[in-house]
T-cell receptor, first 115, second 111 residues
Framework: DGGITQSPKYLFRKEGQNVTLSCEQNLNHDAMYWYRQDPGQGLRLIYYSQIVNDFQKGDIAEGYSVSREKKESFPLTVTSAQKNPTAFYLC??????????????FGPGTRLTVT | QKEVEQDPGPLSVPEGAIVSLNCTYSNSAFQYFMWYRQYSRKGPELLMYTYSSGNKEDGRFTAQVDKSSKYISLFIRDSQPSDSATYLCAFGSSNTGKLIFGQGTTLQVKP
C-alpha cells in the first residue's frame, strides 16, 4: 500500500536531549513537509523539501533540523534548543507537478512529550 | 489581521443536519483552497480541494469558494456521527509552494 509512515507513534524524552522523528513515504513524491500541531491550533510549518539534498525553513524552524538524503525519507531532529518541544508532529508529502504540489498527504503523526 | 480565520467551535449538530464550516482569508494571492478532516489523534486527511471560485461537490460534501469576498465554505449534507472530527481549511499561493492552515473547527454530530 502506498502511504506515509511516521515512527514512533508516541515518544518520550527528557529535557536537554535531542530526538529524531522518522518519516518515510512510498508515494514517489518529490516534496515533503514537517508540521507541528499544538492543542486547539492549526498546523505550523517547520521545514520543507521539494527535492533531494535541498530543504527550506518554514515558519517555526528554530530548534529543529532536517536532512533529505533520499527521496523517500525526511527525518526531523528536535534539538535541545527548542524551547517547547512537546507537541504532535506531522509529516506530509506531495507531488511537485503543478497544482499537485498543494495536495499534501499526511502521515499518522508522532506525539512527542518532553519532561 | 490573521492571514486565515476559522472559528474553532466546537460545533454540535444532530444527525442528519446540514453543516456549514467556514474560513475567511486576507491574502489575494491564494489560488488553492483545501479542506482537511482530522480525527482525534490522527493525521489530517485531504477531503476536498478546488482552484477556482464556485462550487465543487463530492457525495455529501460541497466546497464553495468566493474569491471576491475571500471566503470559503464546506457543506456537509445528511451529517453522520462518523463526520465528527476537526475540519481544517488550507490555502496555497503559486509563489510559495506552501499551505497555510486555519485553526480548525471541531464538529460533533450527535446520534
Amino acid at each position: 500500500d502506498g502511504g506515509i509512515t511516521q515512527s514512533p507513534k508516541y515518544l518520550f524524552r527528557k529535557e536537554g536531549q535531542n530526538v529524531t522523528l522518522s518519516c518515510e513515504q512510498n508515494l514517489n513524491h518529490d516534496a515533503m513537509y514537517w508540521y507541528r500541531q499544538d492543542p486547539g491550533q492549526g498546523l505550523r510549518l517547520i521545514y520543507y523539501s521539494q527535492i533531494v539534498n535541498d530543504f527550506q525553513k518554514g515558519d517555526i524552524a528554530e530548534g529543529y533540523s532536517v536532512s533529505r538524503e533520499k527521496k523517500e525519507s525526511f527525518p526531523l531532529t528536535v534539538t535541545s534548543a527548542q524551547k517547547n518541544p512537546t507537541a504532535f508532529y506531522l509529516c506530509a508529502s506531495s507531488s511537485r507537478t503543478g497544482s499537485f504540489l498543494y495536495e499534501q498527504y499526511f502521515g499518522p503523526g508522532t506525539r512527542l512529550t518532553v519532561t | 489581521q490573521k492571514e486565515v480565520e476559522q472559528d474553532p467551535g466546537p460545533l454540535s449538530v444532530p444527525e442528519g443536519a446540514i453543516v456549514s464550516l467556514n474560513c475567511t482569508y486576507s491574502n489575494s494571492a491564494f489560488q488553492y483552497f483545501m479542506w482537511y478532516r482530522q480525527y482525534s489523534r490522527k493525521g489530517p486527511e485531504l477531503l476536498m480541494y478546488t482552484y477556482s471560485s464556485g462550487n465543487k461537490e463530492d457525495g455529501r460534501f460541497t466546497a464553495q469558494v468566493d474569491k471576491s469576498s475571500k471566503y470559503i465554505s464546506l457543506f456537509i449534507r445528511d451529517s453522520q456521527p462518523s463526520d465528527s472530527a476537526t475540519y481544517l481549511c488550507a490555502f496555497g499561493s503559486s509563489n510559495t509552494g506552501k499551505l497555510i492552515f486555519g485553526q480548525g473547527t471541531t464538529l460533533q454530530v450527535k446520534p
